[in-house]
């Protein structure tokens, strides 16, 4: 599917439960087949997994999902495998991250001294190669730091890497121009679509000297972008909007003003790179009395001011209007598990009840770059 002449709004479905290409079985293909959905993102290696990547383990698979998807299978991968534990740093996952591999990377693994960038590399031709395989638009970047969240401070990243602050920016921007050539080798009509890419936050982090910074992750998007801009070409860059524009908004008219302020923040960015657009996102919930206590999606703009799916219609509509790009994250903290027999049909009613009631072209002074490039 060319996501750039679609009518419709696209939506993708994002979730953990889903588990690896490899496990992809008919059972879900058929799931995703008769969903509101257009596509799904299925990890080829979880995020952390330390399994090299080899075409030979999902052709299979492939096989299948190619003889019976009739929507877009994205592949998905994680930076978080060029990230190395920190002890006392703060981990999605304290256990899993202290593997002897994640270990063995002093903050990120930004000159392969331990192979994890090899490996990495690896996992993104292959990523490329399977979604060509299968038709798929593109790839899904999860630029999350499961491992040690405080290395998106580029000054803390600089520390453990034992390398200068602009060392470190523009190797990460190196690492991204390396990314950008192998996508225009393998796949050159790919969309590389990241969950969030921090760009919308120029001034994340102030240094000792004052200077405003992007997260540290930002600068490999950064060289992404400057060097599919260097060429005409078809590859384009998707920010996801998980961190910019967030998951959880207690009202509509709350997550309006967010929309509005994400515009504002990208503007200059957007005009800078034809090739990057936005996309929007939400994690529904179908219980709030079933969210986890003390979890991300009871907290914050996550509390309990939305109840139930009806609760989220405005929401769902307004995202729907606002973004030609969309994705629902289907989340263990909010109660959403995508597989489940008994809840996943409220899901779906739910989300063709807002696609019904939604305009079929979405507002492109919202969504900052419209599809065929419309402004």
């Known amino acids: 599917m ?208 004052g200077q405003s910074v992007y997260r540290s992750l930002t600068y490999l998007v950064l060289g992404f972008l400057e060097r599919t801009g260097e060429k005409p070409g078809a590859i384009k860059v998707i920010s996801g909007g998980e961190i910019s524009l967030g998951y959880c908004h207690p009202s509509a008219e709350a997550m309006g003003r967010k929309i509005a302020a994400r515009q504002a923040a990208f503007r200059e960015i957007l005009q800078r790179y034809p090739n990057l657009h936005l996309a929007g996102t939400l994690a529904p919930w179908h219980d709030a009395a079933l969210k986890k206590p003390g979890h991300y999606f009871s907290q914050g703009d996550c509390d309990n001011s939305l109840k139930n799916l009806d609760d989220f219609q405005p929401l769902l509509r307004l995202l729907f209007s606002s973004y030609r790009l969309n994705w629902l994250y289907a989340a263990w903290g909010a109660g959403y598990h995508p597989w489940d027999d008994k809840t996943a049909p409220l899901y779906r009613r739910a989300i063709q009840e807002a696609q019904k009631n939604t305009p079929s072209r979405a507002a492109s002074a919202v969504s900052g770059r419209a599809v065929g490039g419309e402004k």
């Open 2 to 209: 060319n996501l750039f002449s679609v009518t419709l709004p696209y939506l993708m479905l994002i979730s953990f439960f889903t588990g690896n290409l490899d496990t992809f079985r008919i059972d879900k293909i058929n799931f995703i087949n008769n969903s509101p959905y257009n596509g799904i993102a299925v990890s080829l290696i979880d995020n952390y997994d330390i399994k090299k990547g080899n075409l030979s383990n999902f052709e299979a698979q492939i096989k299948i999902i190619k003889e019976n998807s009739r929507k877009d299978i994205w592949p998905w991968i994680f930076i978080n495998r060029i990230i190395g534990h920190h002890e006392g740093g703060r981990a999605h996952n304290p256990k899993l991250s202290n593997l002897p591999y994640f270990r063995a990377i002093k903050g990120m693994d930004l000159y392969n001294e331990t192979g994890a960038l090899d490996d990495f590399f690896s996992i993104w031709r292959l990523s490329l190669r399977i979604a060509k395989m299968l038709g798929a638009p593109g790839i899904v970047v999860d630029s999350e730091a499961y491992n040690n969240y405080r290395i998106n401070t580029l000054d803390i990243l600089a520390r453990e890497t034992q390398k200068p602050i602009p060392v470190v920016q523009e190797r990460l921007r190196e690492i991204g121009r390396i990314l950008a050539d192998l996508t225009r080798e393998i796949y050159p009509e790919a969309v590389v679509w990241f969950l969030f890419t921090g760009l919308g936050e120029p001034d994340y982090h102030k240094l000792g000297s």
